[in-house]
């Protein structure tokens, strides 16, 4: 890899093979912009890219038409900012868009269109399958043959550090009030560029998906437990999603794919039985500054493009802006936990007002360092 020059980069988890994009803003300008993260620096891209097909792109500073622009000019505009960030030539010219991550904001890194979440974890699905029937198959059936997933509310996802109300309803029977279960789930987001009409193959995924970004999918478990069946989670998970402001290019992640788990009984040909992959990102769970637990998103089931090919097979659209998440992510080991309700056996101590919750994520360089992904931040406010 050629060496950067922009001071502190080179070696960091934000060298130039990793470039997150942002949505950034800055109390001394009146405008978004679309960030990348370099070193401990971000850099105004369109300011400094001077391209006839990608400029145009960058100049509504909203992240949406570079997401729907495709492959070859996500790879072109990738291309052009390595090399503006390591050819010294450049610097005169680049260096004065670049300023402190502390000097800017990060807004939500892209209009969120539908959001999925999916529960591929078995690790998870097991433990909250005992927990909520003790007296039967921890897994519902259709557990192993498809990637179990709800809709979720996407005009609640908010970007990280959005402060998080904890929200109110019925708890049980004529029981109404704040919840007393409320939870964090440590999850991966991958974030939709390029849409469909048809049924997406698993070979795809990299044809749509632009890239990842953390998530917290906070839940009230109380909630939960009392309204979701037959129809699944609702009000216990809508009032809101945090999701990192910087999104990790699928470009920068290719040293990170690894093989999946063993998927037995083999899932049908859509499904791609051959060829599960999934990634090496491990997490941290942090509770109040304690880190809680460490799972690995090596250890998933169901593979992102699995999760992908599955949400499309029925006919379904797919949409610039889609968002679908993991699920929990949670390994096979007791601090590998990636909620509350694993973390206790269900039994707390839940989130209390003024908790915060902060996820971290890493995943292997193309360099052979270890980037640092997007970190998703949340802090409990009180009930209204
Ligand atoms: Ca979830």
Not at 83 to 104: K, N, Q, S, Y
């Amino acid at each position: 890899m050629v060496e950067t020059w922009v001071p502190g980069a080179a070696g960091s988890s934000y060298d130039v093979d990793h470039l997150p994009y942002g949505e950034a803003s800055a109390p001394d300008r009146d405008d978004w912009w679309i960030a990348v993260r370099v070193g401990d620096l971000a850099l105004d891209v369109a300011a400094v890219v001077d391209h006839a097909m990608l400029s145009p792109l960058l100049r509504t500073a909203r992240m949406h038409l570079l997401l729907r622009s495709g492959p070859r000019l996500w790879a072109q505009l990738r291309t052009e900012l390595v090399r503006l960030l390591t050819d010294p030539a450049c610097r005169p010219e680049v260096e004065p868009h670049l300023r402190p991550v502390e000097e800017i904001e990060l807004e939500l890194p892209f209009a969120v269109a539908d959001y999925v979440d999916f529960y591929a974890s078995e690790h998870h699905a097991s433990r909250v399958g005992a927990l909520f029937r003790p007296d039967g198959d921890p897994l519902p059936p259709a557990w192993k043959h498809l990637p179990i997933g709800y809709h979720g509310r996407a005009g609640t996802v908010v970007a990280s550090g959005t402060p998080v109300r904890r929200p109110t309803g019925q708890r049980g029977p004529g029981d109404v009030g704040p919840t007393r279960r409320l939870d964090l789930e440590a999850e991966l987001g991958f974030v939709v560029g390029v849409g469909a009409e048809e049924p997406v193959g698993c070979e795809a995924l990299h044809r749509h998906v632009f890239g990842v970004v953390g998530v917290n999918d906070w839940s009230a478990r109380d909630l939960q437990a009392w309204e979701t069946r037959p129809l699944g989670p609702f009000l216990g998970k809508s009032f809101a999603t945090s999701i990192s402001g910087w999104i990790t290019p699928l470009a920068a992640l290719d040293a990170a794919w690894v093989e999946g788990p063993d998927q037995d009984p083999p899932p049908p040909a859509y499904l791609c039985p051959e060829t599960p992959r999934g990634l090496d990102v491990d997490v941290e769970v942090v509770l109040n500054g304690r880190v809680l637990s460490r799972p690995s998103y090596a250890s998933m089931y169901w593979s992102p493009a699995q999760m992908l090919a599955h949400m499309t097979s029925n006919g379904a659209t797919l949409r610039t802006g889609d968002l679908f998440a993991s699920g929990t992510i949670s390994g096979p080991r007791d601090d590998q936990r990636g909620c509350l309700l694993e973390l206790t056996d269900g039994e707390g101590p839940w989130l209390a007002d003024g908790d915060e919750v902060v996820l971290r994520y890493t995943a292997p360089s193309t360099g052979g360092g270890r980037l640092a992904l997007g970190e998703v931040a949340g802090t409990v406010l009180p009930a209204r």
